[in-house]
T-cell receptor, first 114, second 112 residues
Framework: GAGVSQSPSNKVTEKGKDVELRCDPI?????LYWYRQRLGQGLEFLIYFQGNSAPDKSGLPSDRFSAERTGESVSTLTIQRTQQEDSAVYLC????????????FGPGTRLTVT | SQQGEEDPQALSIQEGENATMNCSYK?????LQWYRQNSGRGLVHLILIRSNEREKHSGRLRVTLDTSKKSSSLLITASRAADTASYFC????????????FGDGTTLTVKP
């Protein structure tokens, strides 16, 4: 079956503009994660959705970042008033359940803020 | 700082040799996972080891976990050029099991 998909694959935006990144998880996966990866670095946890529970937003770096998820399907990560330091690859992952299971990653969205 | 920290940061070996990477973490965990990332296939899950397990094998991979030392190692035997990638450990932080924390990774280069 299809894996996790993300769109767009690349996004170049001007400083101060808003951007919206999309993630389509694997069908049936109840857990969904967003991460940020700067060049040459590891993954930085942003937010976690699990079923109908309140999302874990503890990794969001500022109030310019927000994310939503529709039921157990599509999620969007929104960055308002983008800054150059927001430039990174944004990775989405899903898993059959949040606890004790592997995560399946999408290809990522490379965001460049000029 | 990151919950999981890999060591070494970079490793270069000849094809056929074994590669060992280490991961240290700070808080209690329910499980620890190893992932591989390369430009061709993105981030791929390799192996998950639970806190009550000490060793796990998958093909040419062997993972050990020492919860008393809060450390894990990943051994790749008989390395191949295709193993060239960055390897990350990820921990779940124990009670907050939904959130995974990744280290900065070990970059492995296998020379043919």
């Amino acid at each position: 079956g299809a894996g996790v998909s993300q769109s767009p694959s690349n996004k170049v935006t001007e400083k101060g503009k808003d951007v919206e990144l999309r993630c389509d998880p694997i069908s049936g996966h109840t857990a969904l994660y967003w991460y940020r990866q700067r060049l040459g670095q590891g993954l930085e946890f942003l937010i976690y959705f699990q079923g109908n529970s309140a999302p874990d937003k503890s990794g969001l770096p500022s109030d310019r970042f927000s994310a939503e998820r529709t039921g157990e399907s599509v999620s969007t990560l929104t960055i308002q008033r983008t800054q150059q330091e927001d430039s990174a690859v944004y990775l989405c992952a899903s898993s059959p359940q949040g606890l004790l299971t592997e995560q399946y990653f999408g290809p990522g969205t490379r965001l460049t803020v000029t | 700082s990151q919950q999981g920290e890999e060591d070494p940061q970079a490793l270069s070996i000849q094809e056929g040799e074994n590669a060992t990477m280490n991961c240290s973490y700070k808080t209690s965990i329910n499980n620890l996972q190893w992932y591989r990332q390369n430009s061709g296939r993105g981030l791929v899950h390799l192996i998950l080891i639970r806190s009550n397990e000490r060793e796990k094998h998958s093909g040419r991979l062997r993972v050990t976990l020492d919860t008393s030392k809060k450390s894990s190692s990943l051994l790749i035997t008989a390395s191949r050029a295709a193993d060239t990638a960055s390897y990350f450990c990820a921990t779940d932080g124990g009670t907050n099991a939904g959130k995974s924390t990744f280290g900065d990774g070990t970059t492995l280069t296998v020379k043919p």
